[in-house]
């Protein structure tokens, strides 16, 4: 079965220290892969997705940037943090196709101080 | 442009009793619909999704939604309802693959509280 993987839970990183979250999938090859944050536990905000190796599309302009080194893993990263990235990160893949549901890791909890 | 509502913030129910969770859609052509849950501190999980024929969708833990074309409507619902149903819920639409967005558009989530 496939399983999605997201580390770390939680994470408190100053205002202007870098940021790198990963994201891995295993049991399925060549998997659709995107990055969400989440404002106060409500509505999901797409940052990147992924159709493919080194195939990135940025939905919203930001200091984070998004790569995919490997079929299953994702990375999530920031030069320089701002207060404003403060969120709960979300990793996700899917099987390609409209018709195809998205399945979520357990997310990364960031706090900016 | 493909959209979702939720028009309800929050959903009330007492443990036993029958539950629906609203979620309408805009989208060029047919629709595919997908409900997720989310407990605190977790990731969102699939829970079902219509893609054609049969409007009313059986999926995980008991729940089912009912397409509704006419009313572009898709409400999730149990028969009765349990309090560790208690969580956020989420409607997405996506595609058709003649002129929809591939990427999903959920809505903005309808807090789900059963009482005990």
Redesign the interface.
């Known amino acids: 079965s496939q399983t999605i993987h997201q580390w770390p839970a939680t994470l408190v990183q100053p205002v202007g220290s870098p940021l790198s979250l990963e994201c891995t999938v295993e049991g399925t090859s060549n998997p659709n892969l995107y990055w969400y944050r989440q404002a106060a536990g409500r509505g999901l905000q797409l940052l990147f997705y992924s159709v493919g190796i080194g195939q990135i599309s940025s939905e919203v302009p930001q200091n984070l940037s998004a790569s995919r080194p490997q079929d299953r893993q994702f990375i999530l990263s920031s030069k320089k943090l701002l207060l404003s990235d403060s969120g709960f990160y979300l990793c996700a893949w899917s099987v390609p196709g409209y018709n195809q549901p998205q399945h979520f890791g357990d997310g990364t909890r960031l706090s900016i101080l | 442009a493909q959209s979702v509502a939720q028009p309800e913030d929050q959903v009330n129910v007492a443990e036993g009793n029958p539950l629906t969770v609203k979620c309408t859609y805009s989208v060029s052509g047919n629709p595919?619909l997908?409900w997720?849950v989310q407990y605190?501190?977790?990731?969102?999980?699939?829970l079902l999704?219509y893609?054609t024929g049969d409007n009313l969708v059986k999926g995980s833990y008991g729940f089912e939604a009912e397409f509704n074309k006419s009313q572009t409507s898709f409400h999730l619902k149990k028969p009765s309802a349990l309090v560790s149903d208690s969580a956020?819920y989420?409607c997405a639409v996506?595609?058709?693959?003649s002129g929809?967005s591939?990427?999903?558009t959920?809505g903005?989530?309808t807090s789900l509280i059963v009482h005990p």
């Open positions: 595919y997908f997720y605190p501190n977790r990731g969102l999980q699939f999704k893609i956020l989420f996506r595609g058709p693959p929809g591939y990427i999903p959920f903005r989530g």
